[in-house]
């Protein structure tokens, strides 16, 4: 296993793919038999990887789900997530680039704090003006993901029953961003093929452990994609020569060695280089 700077298993951080440590051990034992003690997992009082991981996961469609955890722990409101390779992304930023007016108006009911891609989902105009004039350049700064503030302008009206003034509003901050240079740049992708896609697609082993293994596999949107297990695998965009970046991850690398058109291994610079995998 090739590692140049820290032990790759032992990232005691989200990890590369958002890989979390094992949690069994709740913050308590709800409940517990009688003289049974009762525990709390090792990082208490930080709260548990599993449960800002499910507000976050909920935040981009069930609306059931958040509020069930948010009127609980309000404080879960402002939860944020690690995706992998420092795709860091909010409760409030996942219902924003999903355009869930509902869940993110909650959010911030109950403490979430907005920023400019939330207030482009909400089609909040003047508010939108306001930011890009005091910080010229903000417009280009890419969202969870590599979404731009175009995209969370728009996305709002793909949903349903958005009609009347609200319409209206979202459509005039689209014309706004329409002509504001890089409101709508988003991470740079060489082409890729379908034949290409077919060199990098496969398994790629670092150990011999059951999760010790990459995927790159096609995701929804049939873009090729580096996952782990069964975590969500970040985009890969094509830079150069058999060498990706990913999704939310701009100074990575994720290097290819390529053998009679065929992946062989797979490095990642994240940026230094943290391991090789061999495909199987």
């Known amino acids: 296993m090739k590692n140049t700077r820290r032990n790759f298993?032992?990232?005691?951080?989200?990890?590369?793919?958002?890989?979390?440590?094992?949690?069994?051990?709740?913050?308590?034992?709800?409940?517990?038999?009688?003289?049974?003690?009762?525990?709390?997992?090792?990082?208490?009082?930080?709260?548990?990887?599993d449960d800002i991981s499910a507000v976050v996961g909920a935040s981009h469609a069930n609306f059931e789900k958040v509020r069930e955890i948010v009127d609980a722990r309000p404080e879960l409101s402002k939860a944020t997530w690690d995706w992998g390779f420092g795709d860091v992304e909010s409760a409030l930023g996942a219902a924003s680039h999903m355009g869930r007016k509902d869940i993110a108006e909650y959010l911030m009911g109950h403490g979430a704090r907005a920023n400019i891609f939330t207030l482009a989902m909400l089609g909040k105009v003047d508010a939108v003006k306001s930011i890009i004039d005091a910080m010229p350049g903000i417009e280009s700064n890419l969202g969870p993901h590599g979404f731009t503030l175009m995209h969370h302008a728009k996305i709002r009206l793909r949903r349903k029953n958005v009609e009347g003034t609200e319409k209206d509003t979202q459509e005039a901050l689209v014309e706004y961003l329409e002509g504001i240079k890089g409101a709508n740049t988003g991470a740079q992708s060489i082409e890729v093929t379908e034949a290409e896609k077919e060199i990098y697609l496969g398994k790629y082993t670092f150990g011999s452990g059951e999760d010790e293994f990459f995927e790159v596999k096609l995701n929804m949107r049939k873009f090729l994609a580096l996952s782990r297990g069964s975590y969500f695998g970040r985009t890969l965009n094509k830079v150069g020569d058999h060498t990706f970046a990913p999704g939310g991850g701009p100074s990575v690398r994720i290097v290819f060695d390529v053998e009679d058109n065929k992946a062989t291994a797979v490095t990642i610079h994240d940026p230094e280089v943290i391991i090789t995998a061999k495909r199987v």
């Open 9 to 49: 298993i032992g990232l005691s951080s989200i990890g590369l793919i958002g890989i979390i440590p094992s949690e069994k051990k709740r913050i308590f034992s709800f409940g517990k038999q009688e003289n049974e003690e009762s525990i709390i997992h090792p990082k208490y009082p930080s709260t548990l990887s």
